[in-house]
């Protein structure tokens, strides 16, 4: 049982890898739309690629959603509007004005006559408003025909009348003032027009819940088809256009062979098929990691990282499609390598980017126009985005992306449609959001350097400040080594500026690189002031272990004062598994008849893995060397260079670095350029 445990804890990266690619693959397969695939791929427009095509069983056309909408507007134009009509009210009004008559009754002021005469004009313009009836002000303005007719729901039985013919407000107001001209003197006109204006309300309202009912039941009766294709009918010749009808019955085929294919019985099988699709994705990026980025492959807290930024990613996207796919464009998936190259490189973040786009191509409508965007646009973002510590950098990035997804799809648009009048202006605001979405991974890049513990460009900014308390600690204990390593980081900046490496992360580990001098400061000549050189005093064997031992004490210090891996990684790699040449030769020389072990003067290593760290080992070599030049001049100083390097090439040193030949002559020119600078004689100045 306890060697069982124990294989288990031997194999636990393995075991935890396994898990997370399950469950990451069940993850995305859960997040795939729950319909099956066509087997053609059309769009309005192009040449019919395939075949000819022939039905494979009987199907309706179905009616496109516009024909659909044109015809719900249709039915909401041409639906009646119904009104109620309030009798209640009706009743009020004929009580309050007996009311006010029987007021006026009790007053001696007005002659019988003119009584009679109120009540009489009275009646007749209540009958007269509530014939058909008095609008309320508020729905006034629900018809705009004003000779259209309306249906009015009185006592349960409806009546369809002219809408004019209800009265309003002004209409009640006129036919007051007409009625009172005569028979009365302007005082009493004005007393029996408040009376009567305060009296008559409305009783007719808009039904606005019976209306849309109504109109709701007119909706449901639309046929969502427009005819019928037999089992056997040619649909479209090979070569065609894609367009009108061809086109519906197209669309209609694939919607019935989608829900055909995805039964019950089928369901399985097509969830079997998404997850070997989907594994295959994953499984690829694992396989990149561990042939090309195997110390990433090797550390899960990377490899965890990198899955989820793919996963996130994918479920934005869901997200987004299943609110509303026509805000599919906005999700900024150019975070993704922004991300991955501000961590790790531009090859990771290019090949994590086309992965998730193309599982991503299950997911959204129009796939082949949203792969070939997101891949182009994700290009364009490896090719620019770079230095994310200069704030002006991101913002041209980003601009330039913008740019080619507006290019991009103005492209596809002319394509489909023939012409540049139908182009969506909606998608251009989209990739607008889209790139302002796009400084969100500075925030992300911050999140995650404190919660997966990587680092950027940013925090390499910060550690490359030469007050870091690292750092002064340097250059008060070994001044000698602070010198050499800002010397080391400017010839590394400029040389990985000239092959287009990353230079802010090889001179942030040029400034760090010898920190385990800080241990043995005198036993490096650079620090050697007086003139004492303590290695007389000990064998060449105990000068090679103090020498070689700077690397390890270097590491040690990094983790103490919690350096990066980044930066560890330089100061691991900057001798490789080169020797203590001065101290080998001395110690053969010292027992000529005895085999010497090698490995006793050699440095642990590892090799150089990337450019940068290349770059590194040729600058801190050829800086160091070059001090030993009694007169450096530009051939010695290129000779020695040649043969500093040439030493290197043959160790195998770069063999893991995947630098070339030609940038490894690149980085020569530069440093022999840079140094014959740094030695250049004065002219003499007379005492």
Same mark, same amino acid.
């Given at each position: 049982?306890?060697?069982?445990?124990?294989?288990?804890?031997?194999?636990?990266?393995?075991?935890?890898?396994?898990?997370?690619?399950?469950?990451?693959?069940?993850?995305?397969?859960?997040?795939?739309?729950?319909?099956?695939?066509?087997?053609?791929?059309?769009?309005?427009?192009?040449?019919?690629?395939?075949?000819?095509?022939?039905?494979?069983?009987?199907?309706?056309?179905?009616?496109?959603?516009?024909?659909?909408?044109?015809?719900?507007?249709?039915?909401?134009?041409?639906?009646?509007?119904?009104?109620?009509?309030?009798?209640?009210?009706?009743?009020?009004?004929?009580?309050?004005?007996?009311?006010?008559?029987?007021?006026?009754?009790?007053?001696?002021?007005?002659?019988?006559?003119?009584?009679?005469?109120?009540?009489?004009?009275?009646?007749?313009?209540?009958?007269?408003?509530?014939?058909?009836?008095?609008?309320?002000?508020?729905?006034?303005?629900?018809?705009?025909?004003?000779?259209?007719?309306?249906?009015?729901?009185?006592?349960?039985?409806?009546?369809?009348?002219?809408?004019?013919?209800?009265?309003?407000?002004?209409?009640?107001?006129?036919?007051?003032?007409?009625?009172?001209?005569?028979?009365?003197?302007?005082?009493?006109?004005?007393?029996?027009?408040?009376?009567?204006?305060?009296?008559?309300?409305?009783?007719?309202?808009?039904?606005?819940?019976?209306?849309?009912?109504?109109?709701?039941?007119?909706?449901?009766?639309?046929?969502?088809?427009?005819?019928?294709?037999?089992?056997?009918?040619?649909?479209?010749?090979?070569?065609?256009?894609?367009?009108?009808?061809?086109?519906?019955?197209?669309?209609?085929?694939?919607?019935?062979?989608?829900?055909?294919?995805?039964?019950?019985?089928?369901?399985?099988?097509?969830?079997?098929?998404?997850?070997?699709?989907?594994?295959?994705?994953?499984?690829?990026?694992?396989?990149?990691?561990?042939?090309?980025?195997?110390?990433?492959?090797?550390?899960?807290?990377?490899?965890?990282?990198?899955?989820?930024?793919?996963?996130?990613?994918?479920?934005?996207?869901?997200?987004?499609?299943?609110?509303?796919?026509?805000?599919?464009?906005?999700?900024? @998936? %150019?975070? &993704?390598? $922004? !991300? +991955?190259?501000?961590?790790?490189?531009?090859?990771? #973040? /290019?090949?994590?980017? =086309?992965?998730?786009?193309?599982?991503?191509?299950?997911?959204?409508?129009?796939?082949?126009?949203?792969?070939?965007?997101?891949?182009?646009?994700?290009?364009?973002?490896?090719?620019?985005?770079?230095?994310?510590?200069?704030?002006?950098?991101?913002?041209?990035?980003?601009?330039?992306?913008?740019?080619?997804?507006?290019?991009?799809?103005?492209?596809?648009?002319?394509?489909?449609?023939?012409?540049?009048?139908?182009?969506?202006?909606?998608?251009?605001?989209?990739?607008?959001?889209?790139?302002? @979405? %796009?400084? &969100?991974? $500075? !925030? +992300?890049?911050?999140?995650?350097?404190?919660?997966? #513990? /990587?680092?950027?460009? =940013?925090?390499?900014?910060?550690?490359?400040?030469?007050?870091?308390?690292?750092?002064?600690?340097?250059?008060?204990?070994?001044?000698?080594?602070?010198?050499?390593?800002?010397?080391?980081?400017?010839?590394?900046?400029?040389?990985?500026?000239?092959?287009?490496?990353?230079?802010?992360?090889?001179?942030?580990?040029?400034?760090?690189?010898?920190?385990?001098?800080?241990?043995?400061?005198?036993?490096?000549?650079?620090?050697?002031?007086?003139?004492?050189?303590?290695?007389?005093?000990?064998?060449?064997?105990?000068?090679?272990? $103090? !020498?070689?031992?700077?690397?390890?004490?270097?590491?040690?210090?990094?983790?103490?004062?919690?350096?990066?891996?980044?930066?560890?990684?330089?100061?691991?790699?900057?001798?490789?598994?080169?020797?203590?040449?001065?101290?080998?030769?001395?110690?053969?020389?010292?027992?000529?008849?005895?085999?010497?072990?090698?490995?006793?003067?050699?440095?642990?290593?590892?090799?150089?893995?990337?450019?940068?760290?290349?770059?590194?080992?040729?600058?801190?070599?050829?800086?160091?060397?070059?001090?030993?030049?009694?007169?450096?001049?530009?051939?010695?100083?290129?000779?020695?260079?040649?043969?500093?390097?040439?030493?290197?090439?043959?160790?195998?040193?770069?063999?893991?670095?995947?630098?070339?030949?030609?940038?490894?002559?690149?980085?020569?020119?530069?440093?022999?350029?840079?140094?014959?600078?740094?030695?250049?004689?004065?002219?003499?100045?007379?005492?």
């Amino acid at each position: 049982m306890s060697n069982f445990v124990n294989k288990l804890y031997q194999k636990n990266t393995i075991i935890y890898k396994v898990i997370l690619f399950l469950i990451t693959t069940v993850a995305i397969v859960y997040l795939f739309p729950k319909g099956g695939q066509f087997k053609y791929d059309f769009n309005n427009g192009q040449l019919w690629k395939y075949d000819n095509l022939y039905a494979p069983f009987d199907f309706a056309v179905q009616k496109s959603e516009a024909e659909i909408k044109i015809e719900k507007q249709r039915i909401e134009a041409n639906s009646k509007l119904f009104f109620i009509y309030n009798k209640a009210a009706v009743v009020a009004v004929n009580t309050a004005f007996e009311k006010s008559v029987q007021t006026l009754l009790l007053s001696d002021s007005l002659s019988i006559d003119q009584k009679i005469l109120f009540n009489k004009i009275g009646v007749e313009i209540i009958n007269e408003v509530y014939k058909e009836g008095f609008l309320a002000t508020i729905s006034q303005n629900i018809v705009a025909n004003k000779d259209a007719l309306i249906s009015i729901t009185k006592e349960n039985v409806v009546k369809d009348i002219p809408f004019k013919n209800l009265y309003n407000s002004n209409k009640v107001l006129k036919i007051i003032t007409a009625n009172l001209e005569i028979g009365f003197n302007e005082f009493r006109r004005k007393q029996f027009f408040n009376i009567l204006s305060d009296i008559i309300k409305p009783n007719i309202t808009y039904d606005a819940d019976f209306t849309e009912k109504v109109i709701d039941n007119e909706t449901r009766k639309i046929s969502y088809t427009k005819g019928k294709v037999s089992s056997g009918e040619l649909i479209i010749l090979k070569g065609d256009i894609v367009e009108g009808k061809k086109l519906a019955v197209l669309s209609s085929l694939k919607s019935e062979s989608e829900s055909k294919v995805w039964t019950e019985s089928n369901y399985n099988w097509i969830i079997l098929g998404y997850t070997i699709l989907v594994a295959l994705a994953l499984l690829m990026l694992l396989l990149f990691l561990k042939k090309y980025r195997e110390e990433i492959y090797n550390n899960n807290n990377k490899v965890t990282f990198i899955f989820f930024n793919v996963f996130s990613m994918i479920f934005i996207q869901t997200l987004v499609i299943n609110y509303n796919a026509d805000y599919l464009y906005v999700v900024p @998936l %150019s975070v &993704l390598p $922004i !991300i +991955l190259k501000a961590f790790f490189d531009a090859r990771l #973040g /290019l090949f994590a980017h =086309v992965l998730t786009v193309l599982l991503l191509g299950y997911v959204v409508p129009n796939s082949f126009e949203f792969i070939y965007l997101h891949i182009i646009a994700g290009i364009v973002t490896i090719l620019t985005v770079s230095e994310l510590y200069k704030r002006a950098n991101l913002f041209i990035s980003v601009a330039q992306i913008t740019g080619i997804y507006m290019l991009t799809y103005f492209a596809f648009s002319i394509i489909k449609e023939g012409n540049a009048s139908q182009i969506n202006v909606d998608y251009f605001i989209l990739f607008g959001l889209n790139g302002l @979405l %796009s400084f &969100l991974s $500075i !925030i +992300l890049i911050y999140i995650y350097e404190k919660v997966f #513990g /990587l680092v950027s460009d =940013v925090t390499l900014l910060e550690l490359s400040n030469t007050n870091t308390e690292l750092l002064r600690a340097l250059n008060e204990k070994a001044p000698g080594t602070f010198q050499h390593s800002m010397q080391v980081a400017n010839l590394a900046e400029a040389a990985a500026n000239e092959i287009g490496a990353n230079s802010m992360l090889v001179r942030t580990g040029a400034l760090y690189h010898d920190i385990g001098k800080m241990v043995n400061p005198m036993y490096f000549t650079e620090n050697q002031t007086t003139g004492v050189n303590p290695h007389h005093d000990l064998s060449p064997k105990d000068s090679a272990k $103090i !020498i070689t031992d700077h690397v390890i004490k270097g590491v040690e210090i990094a983790k103490k004062y919690n350096l990066p891996d980044r930066i560890i990684d330089f100061i691991r790699t900057h001798h490789g598994t080169s020797t203590t040449y001065y101290f080998l030769m001395k110690e053969k020389e010292m027992n000529p008849d005895t085999d010497v072990d090698i490995k006793k003067f050699q440095y642990q290593g590892p090799n150089p893995f990337s450019k940068e760290t290349a770059i590194l080992m040729m600058c801190d070599a050829a800086e160091a060397a070059s001090k030993s030049l009694k007169i450096p001049t530009a051939q010695t100083i290129s000779d020695l260079i040649d043969r500093i390097i040439e030493k290197q090439m043959s160790d195998n040193q770069f063999l893991n670095s995947d630098i070339t030949f030609k940038e490894i002559e690149t980085i020569k020119k530069v440093i022999k350029k840079k140094l014959l600078s740094m030695y250049h004689l004065r002219v003499e100045y007379p005492e």
